[in-house]
């Protein structure tokens, strides 16, 4: 089973690293679906993932539809704040990869994209009234590591004894 971040459009290259750097954290595969609101050789998508990029499993796509015909019939949920359904409440254990995609940071995903698969949209709960989304790369973190939680962490280090621990030394 392996989690899969899909970014529709990002149009941040901040956001992009920082999410590049959660993959490589959690052995998460990133997918880019094109077009992208910047370079891959943009200084601040490298300064965000600082040195981590060799280490993530990055798939460039197209298009949507690229990216529909590479996905099959796996799992999808689309990660909205138009959804009557809270991320939480989904099972994430199911012995198959999992793919979560999240739209560009100033206009989200297409709308009838959602509405063709609205059964599959999540929401994380915020106060709407305050701010007009949460940031992207905060999203995709807090969705991506409660899909780990509900697995058990897999293949991830709970503990780790550093050289120079803190807490030990």
């Given amino acids: 089973m392996t989690n899969?971040?899909?970014?529709?459009?990002?149009?941040?290259?901040?956001?992009?690293?920082?999410?590049?750097r959660t993959?490589?954290?959690?052995?998460?595969?990133?997918?880019?679906?094109?077009?992208l609101g910047f370079s891959t050789d943009?200084?601040?998508?490298?300064?965000?993932?600082?040195?981590?990029?060799?280490?993530?499993?990055?798939?460039?796509?197209?298009?949507?539809?690229?990216?529909?015909?590479?996905?099959?019939?796996?799992?999808?949920?689309?990660?909205?704040?138009?959804a009557d359904r809270i991320y939480s409440e989904a099972d994430f254990t199911k012995d198959e990869d999992v793919f979560f995609i999240f739209?560009?940071?100033?206009t989200g995903l297409p709308e009838t994209f959602m509405k063709e698969n609205a059964e599959k949209c999540l929401r994380i709960p915020m106060n709407d009234?305050?701010?007009?989304?949460?940031?992207?790369?905060?999203?995709?973190?807090m969705i991506v590591y409660e899909a780990l939680r509900q697995q058990g962490f897999p293949n991830l280090e709970l503990t780790h004894t550093y050289e120079n621990d803190k807490l030990k030394g």
């Avoid at 993959?23 to 077009?35: K, V, W």
């Avoid at 600082?50 to 796996?74: E, K, P």
């Avoid at 739209?103 to 100033?106: A, L, Q, R, Y």
């Avoid at 009234?129 to 973190?141: G, I």
Wanted: hydrophobic share 40%; aromatic share 8%.
């Fill in 4 to 20: 899969h971040i899909v970014l529709f459009e990002p149009q941040i290259p901040a956001n992009t690293g920082n999410i590049a």
């Fill in 23 to 35: 993959c490589a954290a959690t052995n998460t595969t990133l997918h880019l679906i094109e077009p």
């Fill in 42 to 82: 943009d200084k601040q998508l490298k300064r965000a993932g600082l040195d981590y990029w060799h280490d993530v499993n990055i798939i460039h796509h197209a298009d949507l539809a690229a990216f529909l015909d590479y996905l099959g019939d796996r799992q999808l949920y689309l990660i909205t704040k138009f």
């Fill in 103 to 106: 739209g560009k940071e100033t």
């Fill in 129 to 141: 009234e305050h701010v007009r989304s949460l940031n992207l790369s905060n999203t995709a973190c």
